[in-house]
Nanobody, 123 residues
C-alpha cells in the first residue's frame, strides 16, 4: 500500500482560499487514481475530487465543482487540492486516498488513506 500524508489545513474565513497537499510514498502511483474525501462532524465521508495519476484526468463531486481544483505533481509524488470561495459548510477533515484508476466516488474504491487534515471555515 501507498503511504499518504496530508498537510495544509487550517482556519480560514468564508470566501478565502486554501491549498491542501498530499505526499505519497512507498508505492507506484502510475496505475492509481488519487482522491480527496472529507468528513464533517456527524456526517459520512464525502467524495470531493479525484485525479488519475497517468494522464491527469479529473473528476469532481458536486460540492467541489467550480470552486476546487485537484492536481498532481508527478515529480514530487504530491496531489493538491486548491479550494476557493470557501464556505462554512466546507468545514471538515479532508482525507487523501489512493486506489483504482477508475476515479470512483465511493470509499471502497481506495485502499490507502492518509490521517486527514482539518479545515475550518469561519463565517
Amino acid at each position: 500500500q501507498v503511504q499518504l500524508v496530508e498537510s495544509g489545513g487550517g482556519l480560514v474565513q468564508a470566501g478565502g482560499s486554501l491549498t491542501l497537499s498530499c505526499v505519497a510514498s512507498g508505492g507506484t502511483l502510475s496505475d492509481h487514481a488519487m482522491a480527496w474525501f472529507r468528513r464533517a462532524p456527524g456526517n459520512a465521508r464525502e467524495f470531493v475530487a479525484a485525479v488519475r495519476w497517468s494522464g491527469g484526468d479529473t473528476f469532481y463531486g458536486d460540492s467541489a465543482k467550480g470552486r476546487f481544483t485537484i492536481s498532481r505533481d508527478q515529480a514530487k509524488s504530491t496531489v493538491y487540492l486548491r479550494m476557493g470561495s470557501l464556505k462554512p459548510e466546507d468545514t471538515a477533515v479532508y482525507y487523501c486516498a489512493a486506489g483504482l484508476p477508475d476515479m470512483v466516488v465511493v470509499e471502497t474504491g481506495y485502499d490507502s488513506w492518509g490521517r486527514g487534515t482539518q479545515v475550518t471555515v469561519s463565517s
